[in-house]
């Protein structure tokens, strides 16, 4: 939390931001009022975000080193003394 300011949402912890948001998502939805993405519109949506993100190479190479460490070695099978006698 930022010494400047002990006022305004942003200067809330998460959880309090998290419950008053919910508050306003639930009453939003009960009003009628709250905007629900079709499934067109969620698509273009993921499109954007994922064009954005891989403009990021570094970010992108993050990931793919990541993805490495959890293949487990790429799904390449290691060569043993059984597997090259046939």
């Known amino acids: 939390m930022s010494d400047t300011s002990k006022r305004g949402f942003a200067s809330m912890d998460e959880d309090k931001q998290?419950?008053?948001?919910?508050?306003?998502?639930?009453?939003?939805?009960?009003?009628?009022?709250?905007?629900?993405?079709?499934?067109?519109e969620a698509r273009e949506a993921g499109r954007k975000g994922g064009e954005t993100v891989s403009q990021d190479r570094e970010h992108m190479a993050e990931i793919g080193r990541e993805g490495g460490k959890h293949s487990h070695g790429g799904g390449r099978k290691k060569e043993t003394e059984d597997d090259s006698e046939s």
Do not use: V
């Open 18 to 40: 998290r419950e008053i948001a919910s508050k306003g998502g639930r009453a939003a939805h009960e009003k009628g009022t709250a905007h629900e993405f079709t499934p067109e």
